[in-house]
């Protein structure tokens, strides 16, 4: 469910540019009859594949009362075909040398496996099986519900922070899916029936709603009648969804949730806004927020971080961050934890006087070169690493962006000016359209 | 609609090849990976692996000494004196240092565990010899000026409070405190210690760990064998030769005590489980690592996920592993499960692991075991951060420079008598120590046991 994948390392691969460019070369791509997209991207240091398949589905597609379900249905894609029996799937990418998992977003819902180059033909045969196949019984699913509830505690219910961010979540996104957890509410999860799984797996599982992404060493003559072989014989789905979401009313205020728990031993202060994404945006914007988000804070230089941990001496730490690859919007958010004898007012206070100045005055020019230049460099380290590459891919198809928007990421974000980070700023780091939380011990702890 | 079914049965028809096929070898456990030994002009030696494919160029280096060996009074002085390393250096302050790295976009970071202080550099290799000499300053002028080191002890402060409710902290704690009470494994940082790490402790603890005696580097990337050794003894040359620091006994562990509860209000309790093990030297290490493959180390395939996750949906994920420090090698396990379950799922757990040590393994398990360590292996090493991972934490295991290329042989030639050798050997599901932490129920009468 890495919700900032994109935003920290969007990037890439020149395999044949000159060593000092920052830029990606543009990956092999072609589609097939029935609608697949297919991505390839050659890596030939090691004889593996990164084979990935990334359905435009995700949490943000559930029907109303069944949250859960596409987080659900990823786990149940595990559970067999016709010709795979249960949990054979996991057990022969594993007798083949292979690691396989899959992770389900609110944009999207991904398979992959990662195996020996030899092997590639096997996975893409299960694969593309499974894309129509699956079967599974009853106490299957009432088994991996139980499995589920439990992912669900170890994630959210044991951890008082991930507690408060769903709470601000909802609030955030009050009408919008994004504001439902991923994993699903409890309730919902434990209500949630084999038919309706079912009917998601027959709406979405198509080859003309996914992507295929395969990574390392392989390239497109050679992956292309595979892929025609196993995928390529899959009927399309004609009457397939548009993915129409639900819209949040306009925001009229700032909103505040206090969540206390008796685990909590340091009380913490965060701040989530809306805000734009390469999703909805038009231009430059997300590339400017992702700078502007940089420089406010990013990292141990950064503004908030110099000004409540270092000058200030009242926080042990402070940051901010933007979540901006949502296919339908993004949001930001900024953070900090007081030190031993300082209040959340205090920090909060504080927080909200480096972000005013922010505001007002905008980066330097130093700030400004330094933010662009370090996240274009995720350009070439990126390329160190298939995985990556295919998680990139395939994460920025799958939210809406085109392969021209990722390599053409690090021009656009060199292209930012100071004047674009201070304009997206202002709009984005509104307190009326903001939910600010406090993670406190209980009352008299 | 016939001609949809004759193109499924098509398809299928070929699944059969490619199952029989499943436990012949793959290509990739073949791969090698070139390490070559190199030794600077200066006498310093390394280990290179040299692919120019990304222009970029990693570095680790390890010295032996960490948090084990420091003094009673000062836990955590190893920890600090290492972070304190990029809080500048030179005529750089702490922002100064932390935006020129950002400026050369190389990352470096010097980290202290329980045997060892580590260096981890990553430089593009545009910025190569700007960032040797970051590592430079970083290792041989550090200021350890009075405000970082304040920050630091004031997060540090922070984390003790934390830390009272981290069930994985909480877990650990009395995991080590129950198998080798006395060893300063077991110890950990307190107020009274972060209160006493003063500067002259900082310069202290350097000066004791960093030496050429017991210095290893693997590097790894866009770097010729000569500009590697200059890289070398640009940041590494002015070392002392010095000699290895002392270090604590080898632990001894207790008897194993049934069942620990630590109360901690959550919904889900954390299950740690752990045994005796072996040091990665003994000639049982590879037979270990199928043998554990095949209990809890396999992902969705091991018997523990098939029978605590798969089929009874008690938890999300389980496993197993070897954990290996310098004085002290444990069978370690893990699982989170609902408070009303742990019970169940430590019954399963427990009785699995009667099953395998009674029963032993079967040579199918044993042979899709070698497939997949011996075919996986390469997934490990398929780019220059993995390959800077894997390599060094072989030397600095003590293991030979070829080892990285004859793993794979060594795990193809376990046979299933070793493998039932070594659970005979440490499966005794007698042996182990549970600690469970949050609010589980029926236990109690377990416990009293």
């Known amino acids: 469910m890495g919700q900032r994948l994109i935003a920290a390392c969007i990037a890439l691969l020149a395999l044949t540019a000159s060593a000092h460019a920052r830029e990606f070369v543009r990956p092999e791509t072609f589609t097939l009859r029935n609608g697949l997209q297919v991505v390839v991207i050659t890596d030939r240091r090691a004889p593996v594949v990164t084979h990935m398949l990334w359905y435009r589905v995700g949490a943000a597609d559930e029907p109303r009362g069944y949250s859960g379900i596409a987080h659900f249905f990823e786990h149940l894609m595990f559970k067999g075909t016709r010709q795979i029996a249960p949990g054979e799937f996991s057990r022969t990418v594993a007798r083949n040398g292979g690691d396989d998992n899959a992770f389900t977003n609110w944009d999207y819902t991904a398979y992959y496996e990662r195996i020996a180059r030899d092997r590639l033909e096997l996975v893409m ?28 505690r170890q994630r959210i219910d044991n951890n008082p922070g991930a507690v408060l961010g769903e709470r601000m979540r909802a609030m955030l996104w009050p009408h919008h899916p994004y504001g439902t957890p991923v994993i699903g509410w409890l309730h919902e999860i434990n209500s949630l029936d084999r038919e309706t799984a079912l009917q998601f797996y027959r709406t979405w599982y198509a080859p003309n709603n996914a992507i295929l992404v395969v990574a390392g060493d392989v390239d ?75 420089i406010l804070g990013g990292s141990e230089t950064s503004r908030l971080y110099r000004a409540l941990v270092e000058e200030q001496r009242i926080a042990v730490s402070a940051g901010a961050s933007a979540s901006s690859s949502g296919l339908g919007g993004g949001s930001v958010s900024v953070w900090a934890t007081p030190v031993e004898g300082v209040t959340l007012e205090q920090v909060e206070a504080a927080a909200d006087a480096v972000i005013a100045n922010f505001l007002r005055n905008g980066p330097t020019d130093v700030e400004l070169t330094r933010a662009r230049n370090l996240l274009t460099a995720n350009a070439i380290y990126s390329r160190d690493s298939q995985e990556t590459l295919a998680n990139i891919y395939g994460a920025s198809l799958a939210q809406g962006e085109s392969i021209d928007d990722v390599v053409n990421w690090p021009a656009d974000i060199e292209a930012v000016t100071r004047d674009d980070v201070i304009a997206i700023a202002r709009s984005t780091l509104d307190i009326n359209a903001s939910v600010t939380g406090w993670l406190l011990p209980e009352e008299g702890q | 609609m016939k001609r949809v079914l004759l193109a499924v049965a098509l398809a299928f028809a070929t699944l059969t090849p490619a199952n029989a096929q499943a436990q012949s070898e793959s290509a990739a456990s073949r791969h090698d990976v070139d390490v070559e030994r190199i030794v600077s002009p200066a006498g310093i030696e390394a280990w290179l692996v040299s692919d120019s494919t990304v222009p970029m160029v990693v570095m680790r280096a390890y010295w032996r000494g960490g948090s084990a060996s420091e003094p009673e009074t000062l836990i955590g002085v190893t920890s600090v004196m290492a972070d304190m390393l990029t809080e500048g250096s030179g005529d750089m302050n702490a922002n100064a240092f932390k935006e020129r790295l950002q400026d050369l976009n190389m990352s470096l970071s010097f980290g202290a565990g329980w045997d060892g202080v580590g260096m981890s550099l990553t430089t593009l290799s545009e910025n190569r010899d700007a960032a040797f000499e970051m590592a430079r300053v970083a290792l041989h002028e550090p200021r350890f000026d009075a405000e970082p080191l304040a920050r630091i002890k004031r997060q540090m402060l922070v984390s003790l409070r934390t830390r009272e409710t981290n069930p994985s902290y909480i877990a650990n704690l009395a995991l080590d405190q129950t198998l080798y009470p006395n060893h300063p494994y077991a110890r950990r940082t307190n107020r009274e210690g972060v209160e006493a790490i003063d500067r002259a402790a900082l310069i202290q603890r350097r000066a004791a760990l960093f030496n050429r005696a017991t210095l290893q580097i693997t590097i790894v990337g866009d770097i010729s064998a000569a500009d590697a050794g200059r890289a070398i003894d640009t940041i590494f040359g002015a070392l002392p030769q010095g000699a290895r620091p002392p270090e604590p006994p080898d632990a001894t562990l207790t008897a194993a005590t049934p069942l620990i509860v630590r109360t901690l209000p959550q919904p889900q309790s954390l299950v740690l489980f752990a045994g005796p093990g072996i040091q990665d030297e003994d000639p049982d290490w590879i037979p270990l690592s199928v043998a554990n493959y095949i209990l809890g180390g396999g992902g969705f395939s091991s018997r523990l996920m098939n029978q605590v996750r798969e089929q009874r949906g008690l938890v999300y994920g389980i496993g197993t592993g070897p954990s290996v420090r310098e004085h002290v090698a444990i069978i370690r396990g893990s699982a989170q499960t609902e408070n009303g379950d742990v019970r169940e799922a430590i019954d399963v757990t427990r009785a699995e692991i009667a099953r395998i040590y009674r029963d032993g393994a079967t040579q199918a398990e044993v042979n899709d075991a070698i497939t997949y360590l011996t075919g996986s292996f390469a997934l490990d090493l398929d780019s220059n951060m993995k390959i800077a991972n894997v390599v060094h934490g072989y030397q600095a295991a003590g293991r030979d420079i070829g080892y990285v290329n004859q793993r794979n042989a060594l795990i193809r030639a376990v046979t299933l008598e070793d493998v039932n050798r070594v659970i005979r050997r440490l499966f005794n599901p007698d042996g182990f120590t549970f600690v469970v932490v949050g609010l589980p129920e029926g236990l109690e009468q377990a416990a009293a046991n």
């Open chain 1, 125 to 152: 045969r299960m694969e593309a099986d499974r894309m129509r196949n699956l079967q599974f019984s009853d106490e299957t699913f009432a088994s991996e519900r139980d499995v589920i509830a439990e992912e669900r």
């Open chain 1, 220 to 294: 497109a003559a050679e992956l292309r009648p595979l892929a025609e072989r196993h995928y390529g014989r899959l009927r399309p789905t004609r009457d397939l969804p548009v993915r129409t979401w639900t819209v949040d009313p306009p925001n009229v205020g700032p909103m505040r949730v206090t969540h206390r728990d008796e685990k909590v031993r340091q009380p913490s202060f965060s701040r989530i806004y809306r805000s734009t994404s390469y999703g909805t945006d038009t231009g430059r914007q997300s590339h400017a927020l992702d700078v502007a988000m940089e």
